[in-house]
């Protein structure tokens, strides 16, 4: 498809902020414990995606896949007892692209102290057809000043992993035309 093909798609309306926006909430037991005692990260990780993609599928209104995920922060340890609260919503959107900004909060579950951060990620989800290719996502709709600020932000992580990714490219094809093999 041409680029003046795509000029010429019908437009998506678009989808605010709050249409997708997800919490899964999860109290951590013994099993999800690592050799310190705390929550293991990936633990953490897995309900991570796990939002990420709910709230990825839901903007898009059908299948997304993880792309990527960056920035993922780990703040505070997570321990056994505490209810975790994973908070995601989409924050920038490409033609076939999303990025889910994702915070993780923890509480004890018998106090009631209010909850706190313990983490937070960006993740990049690619919206795919039956067959697995990518397919178009509705502009995501910022509805507050925060809102914005995230989708402001999100451009800027956007421009960043795409110069990464072109230094790599170039570095790669620079050692390939000097005889090294990687």
């Known amino acids: 498809m041409t680029n003046q093909d795509r000029t010429q798609e019908p437009a998506i309306p678009g989808k605010p902020t709050s249409a997708s926006r997800t919490t899964l909430s999860h109290i951590m037991t013994a099993s999800d414990t690592n ?3 705390t929550v293991h990260g990936g ?21 997304a896949v993880t792309a990527s995920m960056d920035e993922m922060a780990f703040l505070e340890p997570v321990k ?3 209810l975790v609260h994973v ?3 989409v924050n920038w959107t490409g033609r076939s692209s999303m990025e889910v ?6 509480e004890r579950w018998n106090e009631a102290a209010p909850a ?3 983490g937070s990620a960006y993740l990049v989800f690619a919206a795919v057809d039956e067959n697995g290719k990518p397919r178009r996502v509705p502009p995501v709709v910022p509805e507050t000043e925060k809102d914005r600020r995230r989708y402001q ?3 800027i992580r956007r421009t960043h992993r795409l110069a990464r990714r072109r230094a790599i490219m170039e570095l790669r094809e620079k050692r ?7």
């Open 43 to 63: 633990v953490i990780m897995k309900l991570v995606d796990d939002v990420a993609g709910a709230v990825a599928g839901r903007h898009s209104g059908g299948p």
């Open 35 to 37: 050799l310190l005692g």
């Open 80 to 82: 056994v007892g505490d």
């Open 176 to 182: 390939a035309a000097e005889g090294f093999e990687d």
């Open 116 to 118: 706190v951060q313990v």
């Open 101 to 106: 900004g994702v915070r993780v909060l923890a």
């Open 87 to 89: 908070k995601a919503q």
């Open 153 to 155: 932000e999100a451009q």
